[in-house]
């Protein structure tokens, strides 16, 4: 078993669409969960961070992390064809380190 | 503020060649990470320099070795190239080996290397 698991995707959404992506953990160890936008052929793009569990927006962005659960989601509203991507989470513990990523959700919205 | 910066952008090696990968970081950060990002993957971590020594290593053969420089540079050398070194190979830099919002760390845009 992967220490995060993410699904791959791909997921197509209409432009206006709430874009919903998770990932899953199993290392209770892990405090710090981010999400990163790779654009094809590109390096990861920190999009937003969060610290143990709870709720934090940045605009169209919401990430939410469940550590009873070891669950995190990214929800991006009103999407847009610019926000085609693949994005990836990532997370680590307090003194971790390195990043443990998921394998990214590839998604395209359709103008 | 620059970011960080890698070179080559792509490059072809044959199965048993040796390979150098460059990256420069991020103004003000003394860290540097490597990862593998395997197509369709998520970036797997190679290991970290701080302060020129290696500060943590992933599951990677010792074929695998770094370097960095006073100026917080580094370098990744990859001998007896497999095929399965073909991949993504990305750096980030952060403020400091040690996790927390400051040590957030910020990827470079990689280098592709393909294995013939």
Not at chain 1, 69 to 88: E, G, M, V
Not at chain 2, 55 to 77: A, I
């Amino acid at each position: 078993q992967k220490e995060v698991e993410q699904d791959p995707g791909p997921l197509s959404v209409p432009e206006g669409a709430i874009v919903s992506l998770n990932c899953t953990y199993s290392n209770s160890a892990f405090q710090y969960f981010m999400w990163y936008r790779q654009y094809s052929r590109k390096g990861p793009e920190l999009l937003m961070y969060t610290y143990s569990s709870g709720n934090k927006e940045d605009g169209r962005f919401t990430a939410q992390v469940d550590k009873s659960s070891k669950y995190i989601s990214l929800f991006i509203r009103d999407s847009q064809p610019s926000d085609s991507a693949t994005y990836l989470c990532a997370m680590k513990g307090t003194n971790d380190y390195k990043l443990s990523f998921g394998a990214g959700t590839t998604v395209t919205v359709r103008a | 503020e620059t970011g960080v910066t890698q070179s080559p952008t792509h490059l072809i090696k044959t199965r048993g060649q040796q390979v150098t990968l460059r990256c420069s970081s991020q103004s003000g950060h003394n860290t540097v990470s490597w990862y593998q990002q395997a197509l369709g993957q998520g970036p797997q971590f190679i290991f970290q320099y701080y302060r020129e020594e290696e500060n943590g290593r992933g599951n990677f053969p010792p074929r695998f070795s770094g370097l960095q420089f006073p100026n917080y540079s580094s370098e990744l050398n990859v001998n007896a190239l497999e095929l399965d070194d073909s991949a993504l190979y990305l750096c980030a830099s952060s403020l400091g080996p040690v996790s927390g919002i400051r040590e957030t760390q910020y990827f470079g845009p990689g280098t592709r290397l393909l294995v013939l």
